[in-house]
């Protein structure tokens, strides 16, 4: 039986069973970081699940793929697709982290610091006594530099 012959009443029972499944995979992890249920860690293990138990819900109940009766195109170019979202978010990812780092390592040879950590901050001029005697070749503008001591 296909679903194009099922009766109207099971084809939207199976639509509100979606519904249901896909509103309580979201308010699950609302409520888990709104109340503070959990740590960050099981937090975030747990926004991680509902979103992969979302995906499969909506991929069933409401675009109707299955792996017994969906075509094994269909199959191959969805698996592709997540591939594809996979490579460019862990790419981005992996820039983000790397400029992070690298961010890291400039702000530490500003300051003279070994291991400093943070960025500039533009609000607040940097006093003099701060400043690394590469100052004039960074990128901290000569203007913000201050000449009286720190309070």
């Known amino acids: 039986m296909s679903d194009a012959a099922l009766p109207p009443t099971v084809d939207r029972c199976r639509y509100l069973v979606g519904f249901a499944l896909a509103l309580a995979l979201t308010v699950v992890p609302f409520a888990t970081v709104y109340w503070a249920l959990l740590p960050a860690g099981a937090a975030l293990a747990v926004i991680a699940l509902a ?9 069933r109940y409401f675009l109707h793929i299955d792996f017994r009766r969906t075509p094994r195109e269909n199959l ?3 698996f ?5 979202i996979l490579v460019m978010v862990g790419g981005s990812l992996w820039i983000m982290f790397d400029l992070h780092y690298r ?3 400039d702000a530490a040879a500003v300051h003279g610091v070994p291991g400093a950590y943070g960025v500039y901050d533009i609000a607040e ?3 003099a006594d701060r ?5 004039a070749t960074s990128r901290i503008s000569p203007a913000r530099i201050v000449t ?3 309070t």
């Open 131 to 135: 400043v690394s005697q590469s100052a």
């Open 103 to 105: 961010h890291r390592m």
């Open 125 to 127: 001029p940097m006093r």
């Open 80 to 84: 592709f697709a997540g591939f594809l």
């Open 76 to 78: 191959m170019a969805l």
């Open 148 to 150: 009286e001591p720190a």
């Open 51 to 59: 979103a992969v138990v979302q995906i499969v819900v909506q991929l």
